[in-house]
């Protein structure tokens, strides 16, 4: 073999070997330059987000007098509602409403056959007429007996047998008149009228059919619908405040969709019921409105919402702001600087989307209401919008 041969081949490897290891190391230092900048950048950028402040919406704290306003499920039902019967037996002759038509107390609603009651009074009238005929004769000879008696010519006897049957006649005569009222007031009843002013529902017999005093069914019902009646519960913890709040004077109700949504008609609270049921321990409570606009309708299921009483000067937030941690509530505060400060607070009544707030916080500080939870003590935020707005328009909202 050819020794020289063998040593250039080495060296030319060598060679190699020297220029592939340049040619990383060039490639290396040529990343290394392009991607520090991008190093360097991102790190500039991260610390800049991490003191960028955070966007959150705010509210003041403000003094005001707030409601205690306390809620059940309830439902409508009439003052009064009367089903309507016959008083008399008889074909029923004429309806006399429309279904669903308003009507007042004395319209006539239907007419049973009138003819058997006519007659029935003519036939009295005639029997009270001849009972007063004979009234008059039974006086007459009475007044005879008596002129005999006192002249000698007639016996004492005939005198008090006389006046006897002008008793009997007397009594005749009162009976035929009450058989005779009896007579003119059943034919009355043929004509069926509304017992109250109301509206009728839907009529439950058909012309021509045969009536009667006894039958289950009436003619139709007529519903009391102006001055209109709520029926709800509150539980027996509420019972105090009730109380005390009746104690004072009529307390105010609003009732409102069954959802709570919308809002129906304002009323007065008009009985506590006596007694807590045990079972439930919920106590009854009824509400009277005027329901001039028929916006309550019987069997109806709505809320009821009861105003016991205004506690004045009361510190309150949007309820947004209250946050819950393992100490309690707190909320954060914005300080002049724009950090976030947390505060523990003590929370009362909640009423429209505001509650109370006996300690931690003062009229005219700030909290947070949206975009706590990015939030520690210290963070520096900024308001993007705020949430005072909800506190101005619960001065205008109805009870929920």
Known sequence: MDRSRTGSNRSNKRVYLIGFCALIGAAAVAFYTVSQPKVVLSKTKAAAAEHAPVPVQTSKVEVRDLPVVRGGL?????????????????????????????????????????????????????????ELAQLDQAKIDEARAQKLTTTGSGTTQAAQTAAAQVKVMDATAASGKAALDTAKLNLEFATI?????????????????ILRTTDATGVVTVTQMRHIAVEFTLTQDDLPGLIAGQAKGQLSVAAYSRDGAKHLADGKLSAIDSQVDSSTGMVKLKAVFANDDLTLWPGELVTANITLRTDPNSTVVPSSAIQNGQTGPYVFVVKPDNKVATASV????????LTAITQGVSGGDIVVTSGQSRLTDGTLVSAQGSDSKKLAAADEEPVQ
């Open 346 to 353: 003590s929370t009362g009544i909640t009423y429209s989307g």
């Open 74 to 130: 309830g439902v409508v039902s009439p003052l009064t509602a009367v089903d309507v019967k016959v008083r008399v037996d008889g074909q029923l002759q004429h309806i006399a409403f429309v279904e669903g038509q308003d009507v007042k107390a004395g319209d006539i609603l239907a007419t049973i056959d009138p003819r058997p009651y006519a007659a029935a009074v003519a036939q009295a009238e005639a029997d009270y007429d001849k």
């Open 193 to 209: 009228t509304a017992p109250i002013s109301g509206r009728v529902g839907l009529r439950q017999q058909q012309e021509g059919g």
